[in-house]
């Protein structure tokens, strides 16, 4: 019998439930479930210099508006071949 794998991604606000909603889901055999990781927080962070530092808005907007892409992307590979 061929098992067809399938990811999907819950996401939802603060205190709505979502922890216990992946413990109760974990407890069967057939999922793997992950715990609530604080990546995005690192990404918010990222995001919150990029667009306050003077840094990088004294240079060409376009070109770090890349590179700030590419950054996001390489932490994002990153963090998940952990």
């Given at each position: 019998?061929?098992?067809?794998?399938k990811?999907?991604?819950?996401?939802?606000?603060?205190?709505?439930?979502?922890?216990?909603?992946?413990?109760?889901?974990?407890?069967?055999?057939?999922?793997?479930?992950?715990?609530?990781?604080?990546?995005?927080?690192?990404?918010?962070?990222?995001?919150?210099?990029?667009?306050?530092?003077?840094?990088?808005r004294a240079?060409?907007?376009?070109?770090?508006?890349?590179?700030?892409?590419?950054?996001c992307?390489?932490?994002?590979e990153?963090?998940l071949?952990?």
């Amino acid at each position: 019998m061929k098992t067809t794998k399938k990811i999907f991604f819950q996401s939802s606000l603060p205190r709505s439930g979502s922890t216990l909603f992946q413990n109760i889901v974990g407890q069967r055999p057939d999922f793997y479930v992950t715990p609530t990781s604080g990546v995005l927080e690192l990404l918010y962070g990222a995001r919150h210099n990029f667009t306050t530092s003077p840094e990088f808005r004294a240079q060409n907007h376009d070109k770090m508006s890349q590179g700030f892409k590419w950054f996001c992307r390489g932490g994002l590979e990153g963090f998940l071949r952990n």
